[in-house]
């Protein structure tokens, strides 16, 4: 099973391009702490109507958790690069820095909810038609 779970921040903020056939493909890179203190930094790469509302609203420096899958691919020098192909990505925050100062919590109010696709279900931004598969073949049409 390939499967893959990150947290981190966003390093570049999403770049929105289409393939030939239309499909919109978002990129962005994501690094995350290492239990040495080491960063690894990931590539992602979002699809259709998700790439468009990461070009929205993802920025450099917010923190996101993706879930998705990896996939190899080489470079026409034999170098070989691992790509994450993101299924999920959630909205967790801005950075520090681009927040606006708010206000201390009631005890008794609700804790602050992440944003993700879920959120934007309920409020009828995206459909499950959205959120598609995609398959092999197109990965190879990304457009770098």
Same mark, same amino acid.
């Given at each position: ?6 947290? %981190? =921040? ?7 391009? =289409? ?5 919109? +493909?978002?990129? @962005?890179? +994501? #690094? ?18 998700? *790439? ?5 609203? +993802? %920025? ?6 993706? &879930? ?6 080489? #470079? ?12 999920? +990505?959630? @909205? *967790? ?5 681009? &927040? ?6 009631? &005890? =008794?109010?609700?804790?602050?909810? &992440?944003?993700? *696709? ?21 990965? *190879?049409?990304?457009? @770098?």
């Amino acid at each position: 099973m390939n499967n893959i779970t990150i947290g %981190g =921040h966003v390093g570049q903020a999403p770049e929105l391009r =289409h393939t030939q056939s239309g499909k919109a +493909v978002g990129n @962005f890179s +994501v #690094a995350t702490r290492e239990r040495n203190n080491e960063t690894q930094w990931f590539r992602v790469t979002v699809w259709e109507k998700q *790439a468009e509302l990461c070009k929205q609203y +993802v %920025g450099k420096g917010d923190y996101v958790t993706i &879930r998705g899958r990896m996939i190899s691919r080489k #470079a026409e020098d034999g170098r070989e690069f691992w790509d994450l192909i993101a299924e999920r +990505v959630e @909205f *967790a925050g801005k950075r520090d820095s681009q &927040r606006e100062p708010t206000p201390k919590p009631d &005890r =008794h109010s609700d804790p602050p909810r &992440r944003r993700d *696709a879920n959120d934007l279900y309920r409020q009828n931004l995206l459909s499950s038609e959205d959120v598609v598969p995609v398959p092999l073949d197109d990965i *190879a049409k990304i457009p @770098f």
